[in-house]
């Protein structure tokens, strides 16, 4: 709960992994949906299925999240309640829509098993040493890792990037009283004067959205939601 007299303002990157897996993987239709603000868990539901309703859009959601995780015919088959055979047809249609996110899958995993690790869009390396193991489990554990840990780990960098600089901009902005509390994941928690909410939200906004300049200029924008209350939950 805030202090009486402040609020609590959540904000959150919206969707931050999916945007960066269209930048990285250079999806067009992706970029394209998110540059238009779409709802991405509808057009993919759209392209996968025909048509979108609540079945079809919960169905891609699930599919656009796990995909970046390597998730397995069986994996996906028990997320969605399916059979195997018809998770896999699942995947293998995501790929035939979204071909950029195969491509990206197969070049990071031929970059990792050469060079024993991955890097994000910062540099930043996380080594798989059992990448090329024998052994079936650790070699697929790796792999799903290293699927992901270029898309993750430039998340954490540009969340991490965009702390470093809130707490001068918000000073350089005659807001003070604006503290930063926590980040939950993809997003930061700040306690304010309730009369400060207005003039700190575009500033917030702004820092974080651009979080990746000067270094990586990407080709989707990094949205930002923001939400207010007297408590983190009320926030949201």
């Known amino acids: ?61 699930t599919i656009n999240f796990a995909i970046l995780y390597g998730i397995s015919r069986w994996g996906l088959a028990t997320r969605l309640g399916t ?12 790929f035939q829509r979204f071909p950029g996110i195969q491509r990206y899958i197969h070049e990071t995993l031929e970059q990792v098993r050469a060079q024993g690790f991955s890097q994000t869009l910062f540099g930043r390396k996380t080594w798989f040493p059992r990448i090329n193991s024998k052994n079936q489990a650790e070699r697929q554990g790796s792999e799903r890792a290293a699927i992901n840990a270029p898309i993750q780990g430039t998340s954490a960098d540009i969340i991490k990037r965009a702390m470093a600089r809130m707490t001068p ?3 350089e902005a005659g807001l003070p009283n604006v503290r930063m509390l926590l ?17 700190a939200s575009p500033v917030i ?19 930002i939601e923001i939400g207010t209350g007297p408590s983190w939950g009320a926030a949201h």
């Not at 994941?185 to 207005?198: G, M, N, S």
């Not at 702004?206 to 200029?217: F, G, K, Q, T, Y």
């Open 1 to 61: 709960m805030a202090e009486p007299g402040n609020v609590l303002l959540a904000a959150d990157y919206s969707q931050i992994e999916l945007r960066l897996a269209a930048h990285m993987a250079d999806v067009p239709s992706l970029k394209e949906a998110f540059a238009a603000g779409e709802d991405i868990h509808a057009r993919t539901a759209m392209e996968m299925f025909g048509e979108v309703n609540r079945d079809t859009r919960g169905r891609a959601k």
């Open 83 to 94: 059979e195997p055979d018809e998770a896999q047809a699942m995947i293998d249609r995501y």
């Open 169 to 171: 901009a918000l000073i």
């Open 183 to 199: 980040q939950v994941h993809d997003e930061l928690v700040f306690e304010l004067p309730e009369q400060d909410v207005t003039a």
């Open 205 to 223: 906004e702004r820092v974080m959205a651009e979080a990746a300049l000067p270094m990586v200029e990407l080709t989707v924008p990094l949205g």
